[in-house]
């Protein structure tokens, strides 16, 4: 019988991901607690799903720590960090009015000139 086995540093490497992923998520998660925008419990939430996904990137089974280990958990500090800063600056809101209504005064000049 073959059975298609996948890699277990193939799964660190997709857990590893989804912890980054959510990494950058917990950061904006954390600006919007502090802002008043949403309740503290999706920061909780965020906040396991972080630790869950990097703890399983090091699988507590192999005993040491590797590259891949410490690669995976700086560029989650690195996202967060631009995550933080990320929905942290302020945006300013564009003005779309002349692109939505053109200007009628021009439009209907020209109209009557035809």
Known sequence: MNSM?????FLRGLVGLIGVGCAYMLARSVVSVHQGRVRIAKLYGW???VILCLA??????????????????VLSA???AVGYWDASRVKAQEDLTHEMFPESGED????AER
Do not use: H, N, Q
């Open 108 to 111: 209907s000049g020209r109209s």
């Open 5 to 9: 086995s996948v890699p277990i540093d």
């Open 47 to 49: 906040v396991i799903r």
């Open 78 to 80: 690195v996202v967060f």
């Open 56 to 73: 399983a990137v090091w699988y507590p089974l192999r005993g040491d720590v590797d590259t891949v280990d410490v690669a995976i958990w």
